[in-house]
T-cell receptor
């Protein structure tokens, strides 16, 4: 069965630090990959997505993610975080069959 | 409305009672999803609809859970004989199509507390 694993449950960073959140999935076929973000008090929203082509995808607010097929990974990165990036981040995988499977989420706290 | 609307936003119920949660998707969105978000558990897939049919209901935890969608629009998730472990935030999302390329648009969820 498909599964998505996020390695870090809670990450605490200072402003301007670099960010990398890990995401691994288990599925051998073609996948679509997503990162969603949930800011405090707000609903989940799409941060970025990968379907095909360039494995390095750029999303909103300076975030990017790299799809490494050989490692079944889709890690999220940002060179310099801001306090406003404090949120919960979810990696998700869809195998083109309709069902989107989410990871457990990583809570990011950025200290001003 | 512009987004996915869920009601009620909060629901407190006694163990053993039935509850009904409602989701109004974005107008024109054919795909509709239900997820459950529990503390430390991430988002657990429950069921999704394409139009009024449910191609995948594999995530429903037990036969106490059921969902329906009428008119290709509003969906209701019903939990019968609620248990304390049903306490969670129930999220609804819709997209313009299912399968590929369409991001999900989420509602704010219904926070269910079973006492």
């Amino acid at each position: 069965a498909q599964s998505v694993s996020q390695h870090n449950h809670h990450v605490i960073l200072s402003e301007a630090a670099s960010l990398e959140l890990g995401c691994n999935y288990s599925y051998g076929g073609t996948v679509n990959l997503f990162w969603y973000v949930q800011y405090p008090g707000q609903h989940l929203q799409l941060l970025l997505k990968y379907f095909s082509g360039d494995p390095l995808v750029k999303g909103i607010k300076g975030f990017e993610a790299e799809f490494i097929k050989s490692k079944f990974s889709f890690n999220l990165r940002k060179p310099s975080v801001q306090w406003s990036d404090t949120a919960e981040y979810f990696c998700a995988v869809n195998n083109q069959g309709g069902k989107l499977i989410f990871g457990q989420g990583t809570e990011l706290s950025v200290k001003p | 409305g512009a987004g996915v609307s869920q009601s009620p936003s909060n629901k407190v119920t006694e163990k053993g009672k039935d509850v009904e949660l409602r989701c109004d998707p974005i107008s024109g969105h054919t795909a509709l999803y239900w997820y459950r978000q529990s503390l430390g558990q991430g988002l657990e897939f429950l069921i999704y609809f394409q139009g009024n049919s449910a191609p995948d209901k594999s995530g429903l935890p037990s036969d106490r859970f059921s969902a329906e969608r009428t008119g290709g629009s509003v969906s209701t998730l019903t939990i019968q004989r609620t248990q304390q472990e049903d306490s969670a935030v129930y999220l609804c999302a819709s997209s313009s199509q299912t399968g590929v390329n369409s991001p999900l648009h989420f509602g704010n969820g219904t926070r269910l507390t079973v006492t």
